[in-house]
């Protein structure tokens, strides 16, 4: 796992919203075959910050909500799956 602030050029240049948690990038876990580059969850922790305006507990719960999140993608799970476990 990766702790930046926030999203980097590269990332926005690719898609990603400047306000984004986090991300999962790379293959699933079940996924065979030679791969070039590890799996890897990136938390965006200022970000995480401003969507919990600032509460240090909410924080807390949010970083763990968002890394079980990602955690889900690396085992396959869509973002369906994810709500239905109250991961949104």
Aim: net charge negative; aromatic share 10%.
């Amino acid at each position: 796992m990766t702790l930046e602030r926030i999203p980097n050029a590269e990332l926005l240049e690719e898609g990603i919203e400047a306000d984004t948690l986090g991300i999962f990038t790379g293959a699933e876990f079940a996924e065979k075959g030679h791969i070039p580059m590890p799996s890897q969850i990136i938390l965006f922790l200022e970000n995480l910050w401003d969507y919990v305006e600032s509460d240090e507990n909410a924080f807390r719960e949010e970083v763990r909500t968002t890394f079980l999140h990602e955690l889900g993608h690396y085992f396959g799970l869509e973002e369906e799956d994810l709500c239905e476990r109250g991961l949104e």
